[in-house]
T-cell receptor
C-alpha cells in the first residue's frame, strides 16, 4: 500500500529565502504526483502536477521535481514571500484512482 | 470559471442526526471523489465514482455512511446516524480520467461538527 511522507512537518523561514519541501513515497508505480497548497480553513489549490514520465514542472517561483526510482519529489520555492505561508501537501495516484496524501508541511514565511 | 462546488460549507449537528453533503463536479468530468480531512489522519479517501458508478468505497464506514450520484451533476454523501468522531472537513474532487493529466480539482469542503 502506498505511503506518502513529507518532511519537515513545519518550516519557518525569513522572507526572501529559497526553500525546498520534500515528499517521499514507497511505491514507485505512480501515474501522477500532485502538489497542493492549503490555507487555514480553506480547500486545496493545485499547484503543480507531474506525470510519471516527467522529471519536473515549473510555475512562476515554484518548481517541482520527480525521481520515481528513488521515490522522491521536491517542491522548490524561490524568493519566498509572507503570502507563501500555508500548508503544502503532496499526493500520488495510479491512473484514474484516488490520491494518497502526505500529512503536509506547514510553511511560515516571516517579513 | 469551472469549479467544484459543495454545500453546505459548514454544518453543526447533534449526535444521532442525519447529515447530507452535496457536491457539484465540474461539468464534463467523469470521476468524482469524496475525501475526509482530520488533524489526526490527514486527507483520506472515502469513496469515488466513475461515470456515476461506485468504484471504491473501502474508506467509508458502511454502517453509517452512504455515497451516491443521482445524476452527473450531483454527488451526495450521507451520514446516518452521525457521531462526534465524524467531525472533519469533507472534500469533493472531480477529474476527467482518460485525459493526459488525470488532474483532480477540489471543492471548498464541508466542515462538519457533530456535538
Amino acid at each position: 500500500k502506498q505511503e506518502v511522507t513529507q518532511i519537515p512537518a513545519a518550516l519557518s523561514v525569513p522572507e526572501g529565502e529559497n526553500l525546498v519541501l520534500n515528499c517521499s513515497f514507497t511505491d514507485s508505480a505512480i501515474y501522477n504526483l500532485q502538489w497542493f497548497r492549503q490555507d487555514p480553513g480553506k480547500g486545496l489549490t493545485s499547484l503543480l502536477l507531474i506525470q510519471s514520465s516527467q522529471r519536473e514542472q515549473t510555475s512562476g517561483r515554484l518548481n517541482a521535481s520527480l525521481d520515481k526510482s528513488s521515490g522522491r519529489s521536491t517542491l522548490y520555492i524561490a524568493a519566498s514571500q509572507p503570502g507563501d505561508s500555508a500548508t503544502y501537501l503532496c499526493a500520488t495516484n495510479q491512473a484514474g484512482t484516488a490520491l494518497i496524501f502526505g500529512k503536509g508541511t506547514t510553511l511560515s514565511v516571516s517579513s | 470559471d469551472a469549479r467544484v462546488t459543495q454545500t453546505p460549507r459548514h454544518k453543526v449537528t447533534e449526535m444521532g442526526q442525519e447529515v447530507t453533503m452535496r457536491c457539484q463536479p465540474i461539468l464534463g468530468h467523469n470521476t468524482v471523489f469524496w475525501y475526509r480531512q482530520t488533524m489526526m489522519q490527514g486527507l483520506e479517501l472515502l469513496a469515488y465514482f466513475r461515470n456515476r458508478a461506485p468504484l471504491d468505497d473501502s474508506g467509508m464506514p458502511k454502517d453509517r455512511f452512504s455515497a451516491e450520484m443521482p445524476d452527473a451533476t450531483l454527488a451526495t454523501l450521507k451520514i446516518q446516524p452521525s457521531e462526534p468522531r465524524d467531525s472533519a472537513v469533507y472534500f469533493c474532487a472531480s477529474g476527467e480520467v482518460g485525459t493526459a493529466y488525470n488532474e483532480q480539482f477540489f471543492g471548498p469542503g464541508t466542515r462538519l461538527t457533530v456535538l
